[in-house]
T-cell receptor, first 113, second 112 residues
Framework: DQQVKQNSPSLSVQEGRISILNCDYTNSMFDYFLWYKKYPAEGPTFLISISSIKDKNEDGRFTVFLNKSAKHLSLHIVPSQPGDSAVYFCAASPQGGSEKLVFGKGTKLTVNP | KAGVTQTPRYLIKTRGQQVTLSCSPISGHRSVSWYQQTPGQGLQFLFEYFSETQRNKGNFPGRFSGRQFSNSRSEMNVSTLELGDSALYLC???????????FGSGTQLSVL
């Protein structure tokens, strides 16, 4: 039973364009959501988060949108850069923090020069 | 400030053996979590320790165990290894429970 789903295993975009990574969740108790980025041979690094009291959070080129009614969140990267090529994991927590984080399976983003 | 350190980086074992992985958290971090990453399942939560006590446990068999020492360093042990245990094992530390996680680079375990 997968509570956090990233239905696109991979995504390819051109440099300078927008990358949109999607994530769906099933557990209505989740109230805190995070995105992590992972390069090969490295551990995931925190990218951006959003709590359920908000529907949008921005940090530079990265914006996360949360649609609670649809149990859906998305990560927008504008403009995309080749260095953004990595695997992106969506994660959710019912506790408002990192306790018992539940991760999706990841989406591999490739940004082509 | 040094990041989360995991040793060893790579490990090859055979079925039936046991293995111990080590994790040194960021200085000052008291919570350590362990995750298993496989291509098919993504990151799956194993367990979380805080102040030498296991606070949460994921849905893994009893062959997977862990502990945390007074200096916050943590070890996880897998006994009677199976082929399906081949994975990247990631350790993450945080200042406390419900805080942002910082991951190490992982230990790549191959079971032959």
């Amino acid at each position: 039973d997968q509570q956090v789903k990233q239905n696109s295993p991979s995504l390819s975009v051109q440099e300078g364009r927008i990358s949109i990574l999607n994530c769906d969740y099933t557990n209505s108790m989740f109230d805190y959501f995070l995105w992590y980025k992972k390069y090969p041979a490295e551990g995931p690094t925190f990218l951006i988060s959003i709590s359920s009291i908000k529907d949008k959070n921005e940090d530079g080129r990265f914006t996360v949108f949360l649609n609670k009614s649809a149990k859906h969140l998305s990560l927008h990267i504008v403009p995309s850069q080749p260095g953004d090529s990595a695997v992106y994991f969506c994660a959710a927590s019912p506790q408002g923090g990192s306790e018992k984080l539940v991760f999706g399976k990841g989406t591999k983003l490739t940004v082509n020069p | 400030k040094a990041g989360v350190t995991q040793t060893p980086r790579y490990l090859i074992k055979t079925r039936g053996q046991q293995v111990t992985l080590s994790c040194s958290p960021i200085s000052g971090h008291r919570s350590v979590s362990w995750y298993q990453q496989t291509p098919g399942q993504g990151l799956q939560f194993l367990f979380e320790y805080f102040s030498e006590t296991q606070r949460n446990k994921g849905n893994f068999p009893g062959r997977f165990s862990g502990r945390q020492f007074s200096n916050s360093r943590s070890e996880m042990n897998v006994s009677t290894l199976e082929l399906g245990d081949s994975a990247l094992y990631l350790c993450a530390s945080s200042v406390s429970l419900n805080e942002k996680l910082f991951f190490g680079s992982g230990t790549q375990l191959s079971v032959l």
